[in-house]
């Protein structure tokens, strides 16, 4: 099945990058929220990101004019009832994306696909609350999914081999390296990254060295373009906690026990970008 029209559910900093990437290779979009205000926002937001392109000379206007144009924002789930693939980015809990599922199944069409972008939790229990566990699978993308190259596609024990190779085709449409993974917490990418920058915290916690000289070392004697406390926080440092706690409970992998600095700042609410102040001070 060609997939012609994407529905994204979800009103995070995913949604907006996700339907920017899928308009620009020719799909047409629905980009849904709880609330018509808020999809209207997202697509403000992909305006505004198509225009920056324009101004720095990446993009013609007629391109990001009818990149635009391919974009519906709705409030009604119900919308989507006639798109191909469906790719939900809401929050990640386990429970509101089951619940989610279940509202999809009944409404998209029998042969749709249905997918998640969940970074970590068990794509088989969101395909066992739907009538077509062999149409739903995991489509990754990575923030921000303009400028990230990578779509990890999740392979659940129920996905059929079709629904796996549409859902690698539709991503490779958009321009990104699509690679395969069983379904398994973290994935190939965080089940790496979140031990890597779970031991930075140790270490800040345990005074081995300062915030700034880890940053510096990763990025010096690594080459990263990032260090691991900056790039906790602009991961979010909620989300880097629930991650580390799927990767735990899964696993039961020492190196995936969540450092006790990490916890007492989400506590805090020092959530790092989104909230002005993580292991980095971004009120200024």
Excluded: W
């Amino acid at each position: 099945m060609a997939i012609t029209r994407v529905g994204i559910v979800g009103s995070g900093i995913m949604g907006p990058g996700i339907a920017e990437v899928a308009s620009k290779a020719g799909i047409e979009v629905v980009l849904r929220s709880r609330q018509r205000s808020t999809a209207e926002a997202m697509v403000a937001a992909l305006e505004k990101s198509l225009t920056r392109q324009v101004e720095k000379g990446r993009l013609e206007q007629a391109d990001a004019d009818a990149a635009l144009a391919r974009v519906t924002p709705t409030e009604d789930l119900h919308d989507l009832a006639q798109c191909d693939l469906v790719i939900e980015s809401v929050v990640e809990d386990l429970e509101v994306k089951k619940h989610l599922f279940r509202e999809l199944n009944h409404i998209c069409k029998d042969e749709a696909i249905l997918a998640t972008n969940t970074s970590t939790l068990p794509v088989v229990e969101m395909a066992m609350e739907t009538h077509r566990p062999d149409r739903v699978c995991g489509v990754h993308f990575f923030n921000p999914a303009p400028a990230m190259s990578l779509v990890e596609i999740v392979r659940p024990l129920t996905a059929s081999d079709e629904t796996i190779a549409e859902a690698k085709a539709f991503a490779e449409a958009c321009g990104k390296n699509a690679v395969e993974v069983k379904d398994r917490a973290g994935f190939i990418v965080n089940a790496l990254l979140f031990p890597y920058l779970n031991n930075a915290v140790r270490m800040l916690e345990n005074g081995t060295a300062s915030r700034d000289d880890i940053d510096t070392a990763m990025k010096g004697g690594c080459n990263f373009p990032m260090g691991p406390l900056a790039l906790l926080d602009l991961v979010g440092l909620d989300t880097s906690l629930a991650i580390l706690d799927a990767l735990y409970d899964e696993f039961r992998d020492p190196n995936y026990a969540a450092m006790p600095l990490l916890r007492r700042m989400v506590t805090a609410g020092y959530l790092g970008r989104k909230s002005g102040q993580g292991f980095y001070d971004y009120r200024k």
